[in-house]
């Protein structure tokens, strides 16, 4: 069965510092879809990035970036010059691709940007 | 804009109630979704549809059942609340059941069970 491992539950940083949200995955399918979500504390889950299991492309948009690595199975991602805005809980999930689109989620990491 | 509502922001229920958890979306998605979040575990499946009537168990079922009348509407039952299911509810919905469709969330239910 399929599993994700977000190990860190919470992270403090002070604003301008970069943070990095690690996530490990366990699936035996070879298609499959990476997700991160960011849920601030209003509470609405919020898409930020989808990668598929062909695609080890890294990508940076603006503050954030992200790490894919099939060979570790992890997805790790990066807020450079942290603001406080970026507070929230960030949650890694995985869909299978035989599963259709159904999410298994990681336990979250809480971020706590300090001014 | 998607738009996922959820009915309530809050509820309080006593033990052995029936509850109602309603769900709209407003984008005529087919796929529709039932989670509860607790603290260090995320979120864990409750229920999904993947069309009108159709409804499929996810991981943790026990103790809730769906309702999916309309292609808009997912609803979550509580059929006899205890305890233990005093949790975060969130909704989601996405377009159709290709596996790189993002999910879309509702704010979420925060339910008390007394």
């Known amino acids: 069965a399929q599993k994700v491992t977000q190990a860190q539950t919470e992270i403090s940083v002070v604003e301008k510092e970069d943070v990095t949200l690690d996530c490990v995955y366990e699936?035996?399918?070879?298609?499959?879809?990476l997700f991160w979500y960011k849920q601030p504390p209003s509470g609405e889950l919020v898409f930020l990035i989808r990668?598929?299991?062909?695609?080890?492309q890294n990508e940076i948009s603006g503050r954030y970036s992200w790490n894919f690595q099939k060979s570790t199975s992890s997805f790790n991602f990066t807020i450079t010059a942290s603001q406080v805005v970026d507070s929230a809980v960030y949650f890694c999930a995985l869909s299978e691709g035989a599963a259709g689109n159904k999410l298994t989620f990681g336990g979250g990491t809480r971020v706590l940007v300090k001014p | 804009d998607v738009k996922v509502t959820q009915s309530s922001r809050y509820l309080v229920k006593r033990t052995g109630e029936k509850v109602f958890l309603e769900c709209v979306q407003d984008m005529d998605h087919e796929n529709m979704f039932w989670y509860r979040q607790d603290p260090g575990l995320g979120l864990r499946l409750i229920y999904f549809?993947?069309?009108?009537?159709?409804?499929e168990k996810g991981d943790i079922p026990e103790g809730y059942s769906v309702s999916r009348e309309k292609k808009e509407r997912f609803s979550l039952i509580l059929e006899s609340a205890s305890t233990n299911q005093t949790s975060m509810y969130l909704c989601?919905?996405?377009?159709?059941?290709?596996?790189?469709?993002?999910?879309?969330f509702g704010p979420g239910t925060r339910l008390t069970v007394l």
């Open positions: 699936t035996r399918d070879t298609t499959y879809y």
């Open positions: 990668r598929n299991s062909f695609d080890e």
């Open positions: 989601a919905s996405s377009l159709d059941s290709s596996g790189d469709n993002e999910q879309f």
């Open positions: 549809s993947y069309d009108v009537k159709m409804k």
